[in-house]
């Protein structure tokens, strides 16, 4: 299918970067049908997109292999130059890719912006730990043996990546595995693959060889994760969704026992005590809860607030939400975007009418927007009690719920009573507390005093229901490696 597919609405200073057919060994590969992408704000039809098959999965998974035998052979430096190049071409049309973002997404522009800057930082932290991938000489047990390991590339990696961040969900994982001499194969959500696809013209630009990187998306994603967990020239497996279609997507994994990374669901509680800077709490609660319209693993969930501060903090949480502009994230000043589906609006609906059946009070918002059906206003309630549903369920949209606490003990207890343990923030000045939480909260990551804490120097990963593996930091590149032991006799 050709780029004329792509409505004339996303407007770019290259438009070669808007492509629309699925990328296998060097080649956009057309399908018999497509499904369409909607631009969740005006919910009109952004391009018509290759359904590829079961067996156009199976196409990909070979062009990943074959190329796997030479890109292995490249050196370190080689990887990490042509890491490197994509790195700066990704820089070089960030709006672009931003503007391309924001159609499929619904993100205000700046936030597009944001990740796309962010998910390169990732291709540059790998590029350079590349060359850092050191095995060991072990001290001789026996005068007649020498002993030592080398890292070695595991081979062909899956990755699903969802819609929510479809820039640097994908980059956070084909970066580590291109650095350490894997090839990947990509299925993106099918609500925003147009990012995908672009990262792949400036992948080529670059100059990384054809057959590392494929991209593979469609309808039926069923039948393509099967292709990608039960292949057994798929190594390794690393996937970002829900902790629901993670569990499947593991079993499916055992059949052939491969490597897997997952970055499933969270419930983040955000805990401010009695001696916080309330109003630093108020600003971190802003940018951890309504990023995104609250659509991230690691929003806010779970507000709990001392009693001594409740009031206080839910008048200041009340004027700053008030100062939200919900619309078209290519819009200039908005700074909430619509949901992604009409569904996740009705969620929102369900959620809050729930709440207040059980005698949630409603401080601000609670209604959809009158933009369009996507859109939920940025809402806040008071009085949550356990009983209500967005007590427990990841709420996954712009509801600031606030609960009350007395003691350290106690909160500590129901921020952990959760099946998940992805982050977790808190907000105190005293030196001890600081300590003390971090070690008690059962979260990968735990934020204190801040809202935003994710960076590529840093492993991003949960415990608990909430994931396995880390990406990021050192730790990120460390499940693409086998780490082979050599043993000479002398």
């Known amino acids: 299918m050709s780029n004329s597919a792509v409505a004339s609405s996303i407007v ?35 391009a018509e ?13 070979a062009a990943a292999a074959a190329s796997f035998k030479q890109w292995r052979k490249t050196t370190a430096k080689q990887r990490a130059n042509l890491l490197r190049a994509w790195f700066n071409l990704i820089i070089e049309n960030a709006d672009d890719l931003a503007a391309i973002m924001t159609a499929e997404q619904g993100k205000p522009l700046p936030e597009a912006l944001s990740e796309i800057h962010y998910g390169a930082s990732y291709i540059e932290w790998f590029a350079e730990e590349a060359k850092r991938g050191y095995g060991d000489t072990i001290p001789t047990t026996d005068q007649g043996r020498r002993m030592q390991t080398m890292k070695q590339p595991v081979g062909v990696v899956g990755c699903v990546t969802p819609w929510n961040f479809p820039s640097a969900m994908i980059t956070r994982k084909a970066a580590p595995a291109l650095a350490a001499g894997c090839t990947v194969v990509i299925k993106p959500a099918t609500e925003t693959p147009l990012s995908a696809f672009a990262l792949c ?12 990187i494929n991209v593979v998306v469609g309808t039926d994603t069923s ?35 491969k490597k897997v990374s997952m970055e499933l669901g969270g419930n983040a509680p955000f805990i401010v005590f009695d001696d916080a800077d309330v109003d630093l709490a108020v600003e971190a609660c ?14 806010t969930n779970r507000i709990y607030v001392h009693s001594s501060v409740a009031d206080e903090f839910t008048v200041k949480l009340a004027a700053a939400i008030d100062q939200l502009v919900i619309g078209d994230g290519c819009q200039s000043g908005v700074t909430v975007g619509p949901l992604i589906s009409e569904a996740a609006a009705n969620n929102m609906v369900s959620l809050i009418d729930d709440a207040l059946a059980h005698g949630a009070q409603l401080v601000c918002g609670g209604e959809r927007g009158t933009q369009g059906r996507h859109f939920y206003q940025p809402t806040l309630i008071t009085e949550v009690s356990t009983e209500m549903r967005l007590a427990h369920e990841e709420i996954f949209g712009p509801i600031a719920a606030v609960q009350l606490f007395e003691g350290d003990d ?40 801040t809202g935003v804490f994710s960076s590529e120097v ?26 082979k032991y050599h043993c000479i006799g002398l």
């Open 410 to 449: 106690e909160v500590i207890e129901r921020a952990n009573a959760s099946e998940y343990g992805l982050a977790a923030y808190y907000y105190t000045r005293d030196i001890g507390r600081l300590y003390r939480i971090a070690e008690e909260l059962d979260y990968g990551m735990v934020i204190c005093n």
């Open 201 to 212: 013209v400036l992948a080529e630009r670059a100059g990384i060889p054809a057959g590392v």
């Open 223 to 257: 039948a393509l994760g099967i292709e990608l967990t039960t292949d057994p020239r798929v190594a390794k497996f690393t996937f970002t969704g829900s902790t629901r279609v993670g569990k499947i997507l593991i079993a499916q994994c055992a059949s052939t026992v």
């Open 12 to 46: 770019l200073r290259d438009p070669a970067l808007l492509k629309t057919a699925n990328y296998i060994s060097g080649c956009w590969r057309m399908a018999e049908k497509t499904f369409p992408v909607i631009n969740p704000a005006t919910e009109q039809l952004l």
């Open 286 to 299: 802003m940018a951890t809860k309504f990023r995104n319209a609250g659509q991230t693993c690691v929003c």
């Open 49 to 61: 997109v290759d359904d590829a098959s079961p067996e156009v999965m199976r196409e990909a998974i």
């Open 458 to 483: 840093a492993p991003f990963g949960g415990v608990k229901q909430s994931g396995i593996g880390r990406e990021g930091g050192h730790q990120g590149i460390e499940d693409f490696y086998e780490e």
